[in-house]
């Protein structure tokens, strides 16, 4: 069996403030006291600088713990005239350690296909960032039975581009878009059977890095839903939205997953 550490990634995507994360520091201080679990924090960029530094100040009273930033997108190009975008190099100078590609709302909201994801992915690794790939499908494509096409499809492309041992260093994120910020998440069944999809999929290239890269699933997951969910075998924690902003919430769920 390999030892998968199990990871919370809150994706705060546009909400939150410089006081949110001093609120989260101080719970982390009194509570999160062990390195069972990985819990990285996602905020805006704008908080990236506040974020880096309570990492900084807080080093002493989070030994043991395992926290990390990371970003919520970034550029596939290195530098240049794209107004209002932040490179791979920068948000790894600003102390990121992840960044989330290819999240559903960028896809659907921003224009986002498949092969600019494949070239964010490759641009993340390119400046030693760790992408939190996101796939998923939505409720019209589950209902007409095409999740495992759709979710296929999304990985096959940054396969193609990237090749499978890119995902050595990587994190997939499962995101069923009908669970997306909608208060229904996926059975944890439904996760399951679509994480060791993933997993297959991954192992018929390589058996190792099927073995050990680490699946989160996103979708309202709540401190209500999380154990049974976490528990799945395939499922190696959580990317959060709204109850990442809620900083009992996110507390609670970090530390079902330090026991999951
Ligand atoms: O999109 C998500 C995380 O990236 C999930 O959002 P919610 O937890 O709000 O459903």
Known sequence: MALRRPMVAGNWKMNGSAALAQELFKK???KLQNDSA???L???SIYLESVRQLLESNKQTLDGALVR???QNLSQHDFGAYTGEISGQMLKDSGCRYVIIGHSERRRMYGETSNIVAEKFAAAQKHGLTPILCVGESGPAREARRTFEVIAEELDIVIEKNGTMAFDNAIIAYEPLWAVGTGKSA???QAQEVHAFIRN???EVSPFIGENIRILYGGSVTPS???DIFAQPDVDGGLIGGASLNSSEFLSLCSIAMSA
């Open 28 to 30: 982390f201080a009194a």
């Open 42 to 44: 996602c905020p805006p």
């Open 225 to 227: 839903n999380a154990a």
């Open 187 to 189: 059975t944890p069944e």
């Open 69 to 71: 930033m990371g970003a």
């Open 201 to 203: 999929r991954l192992s």
């Open 38 to 40: 990985e819990v990285v």
